[in-house]
């Protein structure tokens, strides 16, 4: 099982500033098949990113992924009032499809 | 527009099961990959496994193999998700969610159904 440790755990930041969060993976992820969701509270998660570098319909450019292997990072260019929420990194590429803890961004 | 509509809340006693049910609508039913999540109050999300909707083909993590099975109605886009022997640890929202572009990420996602197992 591949186990995927974000970090920070939680950021604080103000709006406007720039949000640059990790995902370490056990193992290397297959294919790049590596995605993140935002997440909101009472709300289901959204996709944000998939194959670790390539936005969702819809996603905000100010949103990119990056990485490869066992390494992998989500920036957040300028934070609007609406990013602040919880993320979380998931592997597709092998079974079981793990999730990492979640990083909360947080307004300062 | 795609959209996943979930059954609604359940309350469940310890030794029973659950089953969720999870309507698709606005994509193709049949070419879709289907998940299903859980998440406890306050952790992270837990994978539970998948259909292939076309195929039938199912993966199941293997802290639930014994328990769940993930079923499709291609008749209806209507995929399930049924667990057996419950226990309190299960109370969670479950989520489904859908792969509508092989490969590309979940990409539509169920609202959640809170599942709570009580004595």
């Known amino acids: 099982e591949i186990v995927l440790t974000q970090s920070p755990g939680t950021l604080s930041l103000s709006p406007g500033e720039r949000a640059t969060l990790s995902c370490r993976a056990s193992q290397s992820v297959s294919s790049s098949y590596l995605a993140w969701y935002q997440q909101k509270p009472g709300q289901a998660p959204r996709l944000l990113i998939y194959?670790?570098?390539s936005r969702a319909t819809g996603i905000p450019d100010r949103f990119s992924g990056s990485g490869s292997g066992t390494d992998f990072t989500l920036t957040i260019s300028r934070l609007e009032p609406e990013d602040f929420a919880v993320y979380y990194c998931?592997?597709?590429?092998?079974?079981?499809?793990?999730f990492g803890q979640g990083t909360k961004v947080e307004i300062k | 527009q795609m959209q996943l509509v979930q059954s609604g809340p359940e309350v469940k006693k310890p030794g029973t099961s659950v089953k969720v049910s999870c309507k698709a609508s606005?994509?193709?039913?049949?070419?879709?990959?289907m998940q299903w999540v859980r998440q406890a109050r306050g952790q992270r999300l837990e994978w539970i496994g998948w259909i292939v909707v076309g195929s039938g083909n199912t993966n199941y993590a293997q802290k639930f193999q014994e328990r769940v099975t993930i079923t499709r109605d291609m008749s209806t886009s209507t995929a399930y998700m049924e667990l057996s022997s419950l226990r309190s640890e299960d109370t969670a929202v479950y989520y489904c969610?859908?792969?509508?572009?092989?490969?590309?990420?979940?990409?539509?996602w169920g609202q959640g159904t809170l599942v709570t197992v009580s004595s």
């Open positions: 998931q592997q597709y590429g092998s079974s079981p499809e793990t």
């Open positions: 969610a859908a792969e509508t572009t092989s490969r590309d990420g979940y990409n539509c």
């Open positions: 606005g994509f193709t039913f049949t070419s879709s990959a």
């Open positions: 194959g670790a570098s």
